[in-house]
């Protein structure tokens, strides 16, 4: 037997319906019940506090778990809210105004990432989508050939729509 079937309990919608969404909201796990109340628990008892009492290093925290799984360095992986502001805070570190201001994405990237890259032409961004051929595979010749003064190539590891895995 699989030995990962050990933690399918673990996530009761499993138990009532076939779930394979695992890149968007992915099925909770039983957990979360509990990890709520603690939370509320805090915010009730310790108000304020409670963020230099945790919660400011919980991001830190999650992130150094994540990085192991990753095979990072502890402190490599940074938290954000979502996906679409963590490219808002990757982007707000180039300068899109001098000569090498390219950015080069596919269209199969999620359709929010597109949205905000194409707003950064606004700060001066040059914004190349390259179009996959089959919406499956990664035109990588044609990214490659994109990628002179390029400073940013997005690219994520996992295609929302092709369940591509890099
Ligand atoms: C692959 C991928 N990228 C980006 C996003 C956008 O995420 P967010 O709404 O957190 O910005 C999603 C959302 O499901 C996604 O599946």
Known sequence: MDELLKWRDEFPILGRTTYLISNSLGAM?????????????AWDTRGVRAWEEGWWEMAVKVGDRIGALLGAAAGDI?????????QAVIASCFDFAGPRNKVV???????????FYTEQQRRG?????VKS???????????SL??????????????????LTL
């Not at 979360?32 to 109340?37: K, M, N, P, S």
């Open 29 to 41: 796990p039983r957990g979360v019940y509990a990890c709520l109340h603690d939370y509320a628990e």
């Open 78 to 86: 940074s938290l954000h809210q979502n996906v679409t502001l963590t």
């Open 105 to 115: 994405l596919v269209d199969m990237e999620f359709p929010s990432i597109i949205y």
């Open 125 to 129: 961004a040059r914004v190349e989508v």
């Open 133 to 143: 051929e089959d919406g499956i595979c990664i035109p990588w010749r044609d990214c």
């Open 146 to 163: 994109l990628l002179t003064r390029t400073p940013y190539w997005c690219r994520c590891h996992m295609f929302f729509f092709a369940a």
